[in-house]
């Protein structure tokens, strides 16, 4: 069972916007901190932003801030990622993660292994 499914990927133009979304299911969504990821061809996978669980607390990536906001809708069961001003290097499969708990530590939530569940990614392609 896909319990996170990434959508609102696509094709847009350097400088224009995005908005993701991960839809949650088969687990408490709003037990899980959430967050996104991101991997571009040939690099490693990156860490974007994090929410906490119940809102509130948001981190960035220093190459997004002010530019991206990560947001959650725990009664939807939804976390989003509304992405402006993008850059080509940010053409990338986005990927969301929960989380059972909040980071211990500033940096815990770029940690890929703080992470239980993961979904499928949805692809973002950036025209210069």
């Known amino acids: 069972q896909d319990h996170l499914v990434e959508s609102g990927g696509g094709l847009v133009q350097a400088g224009g916007s995005l908005k993701l979304s991960c839809a949650a299911s088969?687990?408490?969504?709003?037990?899980?901190?959430m967050g996104w990821f991101r991997q571009a061809p040939g690099k490693e996978r990156e860490f974007v932003a994090y929410?906490?669980?119940?809102?509130?607390?948001?981190y960035y990536a220093d190459s997004v801030k002010g530019r991206f906001t990560i947001s959650r809708d725990n009664a939807k069961d939804t976390l989003y990622l509304q992405m402006i001003s993008l850059k080509p290097e940010g053409a990338a499969v986005y990927y969301c993660?929960?989380?059972?708990?909040?980071?211990?530590?500033?940096?815990?939530?770029?940690?890929?292994?703080?992470?239980?569940?993961w979904g499928r990614g949805t692809r973002v392609t950036v025209s210069s």
């Open positions: 993660a929960a989380a059972p708990r909040d980071p211990h530590s500033d940096y815990e939530q770029t940690d890929g292994n703080l992470y239980a569940y």
């Open positions: 088969g687990i408490t969504f709003s037990n899980y901190g």
């Open positions: 929410m906490r669980r119940l809102g509130g607390n948001t």
